[in-house]
């Protein structure tokens, strides 16, 4: 049944097949979540925007610099594999050219370098971004770790509360 949604909904399964889920293959269970996540963010975006394409992730990784850049924060990505993402510093710029003074800056560690310390600050800025009413679904360890797939999330769900708010 969740494959054929999925197929219907033109998510992009290979090798992915329903035994594959009843038998709890893990990976490809993941590939199918991580497929209705996206597909989810995706559409709360499309909805919230003008035209009907699916946003791209340049545009949302356009969207998060030209954001920041207008509020005067330094911070930006290069992309969703960007490094400098594990510190939490641009989402949480993010979050506070969203909602001005939403950000505690006082609470997180500056230039943290080791691993607890960057989860410390990714642990906030998700709480936050949370508090400010975006639909985050990511973890701290996803930032931490910059998993690619759920950076986007996190950026695309603080883009779609961005857009709420204009």
Request: net charge positive.
């Amino acid at each position: 049944m969740p494959l054929r949604m999925a197929k219907k909904l033109k998510y992009s399964l290979i090798g992915v097949a329903g035994n594959d889920i009843h038998d709890q293959n893990k990976t490809l269970t993941l590939a199918l979540v991580w497929q209705l996540m996206r597909g989810y963010t995706t559409k709360v975006l499309t909805e919230l925007t003008p035209g009907d394409n699916a946003i791209r992730d340049n545009e949302i990784r356009d969207w998060v610099n030209e954001t920041l850049a207008s509020k005067g924060k330094t911070t930006k990505i290069s992309s969703f594999k960007d490094s400098s993402i594990s510190t939490s510093a641009a989402i949480i710029d993010l979050i506070d050219a969203l909602v001005p003074s939403s950000i505690d800056y006082s609470v997180l560690i500056t230039d943290p370098q080791e691993y607890e310390e960057k989860l410390q600050n990714a642990k906030y800025a998700l709480a936050m971004g949370r508090k400010i009413g975006a639909r985050i679904y990511a973890t701290p360890e996803h930032v931490v770790n910059v998993e690619s797939k759920m950076v986007l999330t996190v950026f695309a769900c603080l883009m779609g509360r961005g857009i709420e708010r204009t």
